[in-house]
């Protein structure tokens, strides 16, 4: 069902997929490029928190289709259920959390 709505909605699109994970061991970020068939991951500083580590997925993300993927449409897919709100009720009028800057710098 969810690869259906992809194709349908984003047929000409690359994906390129994300996530951020905090745990005991630690925290990391990965992302997974589906057509360079190109992912790379990091690890985190213990104190980093999962919606940081997500935002820093979302971060590589971009960096990478930034670089690899010039003029050609992305679709970037995650699992957070607190970052995309972040990110999609940004203000025009209100300074963005510092941890999304970045972000906003390369969609601009």
Not at 10 to 31: E, V, W
Request: proline share 7%; with cysteine.
């Amino acid at each position: 069902r969810t690869l259906h709505h992809l194709s349908t909605k984003y047929p000409n699109f690359d994906q390129i997929y994300t996530d951020g994970a905090k745990n005991h061991r630690g925290s990391g970020s990965a992302m997974f490029c589906v057509p360079h068939n190109l992912g790379w991951g990091k690890r985190l500083t213990p104190i980093t928190s999962s919606f940081h580590a997500e935002v820093m997925g979302i971060e590589m993300a971009v960096q990478h289709a930034e670089t690899h993927c010039p003029g050609k449409n992305i679709v970037i897919l995650s699992d957070s259920k607190s970052t995309i709100p972040a990110i999609g009720n940004l203000n025009l009028y209100q300074p963005p959390p510092i941890h999304l800057i970045s972000i906003l710098q390369s969609l601009h």
